[in-house]
């Protein structure tokens, strides 16, 4: 809002002296800057329209080996993994966003356990698995929850009435399977690919006050879900007028030439006028029309990458009444984990803002006094230690956490956490989860599967995994969004081209409408 305000307090006319360096002066910062930007926001523009029908591109996957090689799978990086499940003493299932695969007692030979599942690799992407006491395999995904199938081989789907299909979590209790999605919790009697679901809206936990996280909102508004459906075709509606007001943009700048050459060698330039024509009207109404969405649009998507994210990341503000994020539901869109602590016959539940003790799924959630530390992306790792202890991991690290102490303690460094250096919201290590089979094993996004202490080395990706898990077309698209595939020329720099270009966009938008608004009085 500062960079707004300093642009428009130093542009107004009628403090510019002369007149005749006005335009000008808003043309330098509108011509070179906007050509650059126009084909940075061309591709912003395609992959935010992709990214807001995540659902209905699932199904398309890009080939690993047309990325940057920062892409290909390393030592399980990537979130290739997130846990494991033990079906017998020589049968492990590993799952994370390379789907599931078996694998024997030595981890030798991997068979993909993916059948059931649709195609498309955000299809397969696994949140979590569970093996019931009376052997029934269950997994949570992003797009539903799933029921192994024994009898037939394969996995099918659980039809449960939600309007949220991402499903997080699931575990049990004696012959109850609990399993959850982003706003609610479902129980059922464990009956298999039968189980019969009921849905439970979690009670609000004491001292709830309809808070939501500052970052969750200028997500929402960023994409536009914060008005739910009509909000995100709105934005894609905003995303395409951006396409024609970068092509219009690039026509408008590139065509005196054309049009000069075509003169000079005596060919019709009629068309290229009447384009010429055409691309700076429509240029100029599109973007004084929706100049405040389109600032709107830039200034919020500053605040979704560091650096900006930083001062945001744990602020919380009242949910905006009226919208996508003001329901009834205390726990709407905020659900991320839960785990059934058998010996202390209560559940944990981890939310966007805290991990809660639940006595039953009925009752109301108490807040811990101690809470661990836990990324704004966040929780990944939920599991038992030992009877007192806890994992907690995500991408501020993994700790071991005592829920009645106010002692959490750095898995990694084995040292009391200190809290992270310079406010950063994320730790030395991004955990994205944890392998128990056997020996332990701790899985950092870009590093992959460290092995603690006398663990025995972990074994590699094979080829068959690697040839069979390419990206999601969506995570592609985000990886451009966020400038991430830039990494590989920019290094840890990539993460200024996001508010760089929010910046210089608010820039070239403001000089652009004062440009018009100029010839606008003066016609």
Not at 328 to 338: G, K, M, S, T
Not at 499 to 512: A, C, D, E, H, K
């Amino acid at each position: 809002m500062l960079i707004i305000f300093y642009c428009m307090n130093n542009f107004r006319f009628d403090e510019m002296n002369p007149r005749s360096n006005k335009i000008k002066r808003l043309k330098k910062y509108h011509k070179w800057p906007g050509l650059i930007i126009a084909f940075i926001l061309l591709y912003y523009a395609i992959t935010g329209i992709l990214m807001n029908h995540r659902e209905l591109i699932s199904g398309f996957n890009i080939t690993r080996s047309l990325l940057p090689n920062n892409y290909s799978y390393v030592n399980w990086n990537q979130a290739a993994l997130k846990g494991s499940i033990e079906l017998s003493k020589d049968s492990t299932l590993f799952y994370g966003n390379i789907g599931i695969w078996l694998t024997d007692s030595t981890y030798s030979n991997f068979v993909d356990f993916n059948i059931g599942f649709p195609e498309g690799m955000d299809n397969r992407k696994i949140f979590d698995i569970h093996l019931t006491d009376n052997h029934h395999l269950y997994a949570a995904t992003l797009f539903g929850l799933y029921n192994f199938n024994f009898e037939k081989n394969h996995w099918q789907k659980i039809k449960i009435d939600v309007d949220i299909e991402r499903f997080v979590a699931v575990t049990s209790k004696n012959d109850t399977v609990v399993a959850m999605n982003r706003s609610y919790v479902f129980k059922g009697l464990d009956t298999g690919y039968r189980t019969k679901f009921e849905k439970i809206e979690i009670k609000a936990p004491k001292g709830y006050n309809n808070k939501v996280g500052l970052f969750e909102t200028m997500w929402l508004i960023h994409s536009g879900e914060i008005f739910g459906l009509p909000g995100q075709l709105f934005v894609d509606f905003l995303g395409i007028l951006i396409i024609i007001l970068s092509l219009s943009g690039i026509t408008y700048f590139f065509f005196p030439q054309v049009i000069k050459r075509r003169k000079r060698k005596e060919k019709k330039v009629s068309l290229f006028v009447a384009t010429q024509k055409f691309a700076l009207v429509w240029h100029n109404k599109i973007g004084a029309w929706f100049l405040v969405f389109f600032i709107l649009l830039a200034l919020t998507g500053t605040f979704l990458r560091p650096p900006l994210l930083i001062p945001i990341a744990n602020t919380r503000i009242p949910a905006i009444k009226f919208t996508h994020l003001d329901q009834p539901n205390p726990w709407y869109d905020d659900l991320r984990d839960i785990l059934y602590d058998k010996e202390k016959n209560l559940f944990v539940l981890a939310g966007y803002n805290g991990l809660y003790e639940l006595k039953t799924l009925t009752s109301v959630p108490s807040s811990y006094q101690s809470q661990p530390p836990v990324s704004v992306m966040g929780i990944n790792v939920l599991e038992k230690y030992n009877e007192q202890y806890y994992f907690i991991g995500s991408f501020s690290g993994l700790f071991l956490w005592h829920p009645n102490k106010d002692f959490t303690f750095d898995f990694i460094s084995g040292k009391p956490y200190q809290g992270l250096s310079n406010g950063r919201p994320f730790g030395s290590y991004a955990i994205t989860g944890i392998i128990k089979s056997k020996d332990l094993y701790i899985i950092d996004y870009d590093k992959g599967v460290l092995a603690h202490s006398n663990s025995h080395p972990f074994p590699k990706m094979s080829e068959n995994i690697i040839e069979n898990t390419p990206m999601s077309l969506w995570n592609f698209a985000l990886e451009v969004h966020t400038g991430r595939i830039f990494s590989f020329l920019l290094s840890d720099f990539y993460i200024l081209i996001v508010p760089l270009t929010g910046i210089f966009t608010i820039i070239v938008l403001i000089s652009g409408y004062l440009i018009w608004r100029r010839r606008k009085r003066r016609n």
